[in-house]
């Protein structure tokens, strides 16, 4: 139980398009889902948490304009990445704590270059 | 924010040995989480202790919420090279959970 997906596992985009990111809990309802950013050999950086049916919460420092987030229904989130630069490259996850719990399930994340 | 120190950052050990690696912080965190990642991956959570003192077995890993409610520890018995990877623990103080840097684990044959 508890699986999360994230949709694409891999993408590449040229500068300036923007991207798309989902993120499904497969077999539990979340009311909150979270998005994380990962840079090699670094910890997970949460960049914002997404609650169903309202605006998600951005950290210091990410922007919000420019990562949209959207979590229309208990099962899913997604990121877009607009107007993406190379620096935007990196590997995002999400992941998802079911409804009444704390912990967290993590996609499998999706790597993002941007070229 | 809530300062989480994880060590050590990396491992190298020989496989069949037990290893060691601990988080400690700053405030009191309500829940501890450990996770692993292998590389390319998400996260995958491998224990999850909700009570301090509380001590929780996975196979051949076992973890602790430290009595203080400021520390937790995890072991791995009799490393084998399936091991491999980076351990992360979390805290939750209470709501946002926030992770250590890792601990790069290497298990040699």
């Known amino acids: 139980g508890a699986v999360v997906s994230q949709h694409p596992s891999w993408v590449i985009c040229k500068s300036g398009t923007s991207v798309k990111i989902e993120c499904r809990s497969l077999?539990?309802?979340?009311?909150?889902m979270f998005w994380y950013r990962q840079f090699p050999k670094q910890s997970l950086m949460l960049m914002a948490t997404s609650n169903e049916g309202s605006k998600a919460t951005y950290e210091q420092g990410v922007e919000k304009d420019k990562f949209l987030i959207n979590h229309a229904s208990l099962t899913l989130s997604t990121l877009t990445v607009t107007s993406a630069h190379p620096e935007d490259s990196s590997f995002y996850i999400c992941s998802a704590s079911p409804q009444g719990r704390h912990e967290q399930y993590f996609g499998p994340g999706t790597r993002l270059t941007v070229t | 924010g809530q300062q989480l120190n994880q060590s050590p950052q990396s491992m190298f050990i020989q496989e069949g040995e037990d290893v060691s690696m601990n988080c400690t912080s700053s405030s009191i965190f309500n829940t501890w989480l450990w996770y692993k990642q292998d590389p390319g991956e998400g996260p995958v959570l491998l224990i999850a202790l909700y009570k301090a003192g509380e001590l929780t077995s996975n196979g051949r890993l076992t973890a602790q919420f430290g009595i203080t409610r400021k520390d937790s520890f995890l072991n791995i018995s009799a490393s084998i090279p399936s091991d491999v990877g980076i351990y992360f623990c979390a805290g939750l103080p209470p709501n946002d959970m926030r992770f250590g840097a890792g601990t790069r684990l290497t298990v040699k044959p």
């Open positions: 077999d539990f309802q979340a009311t909150t």
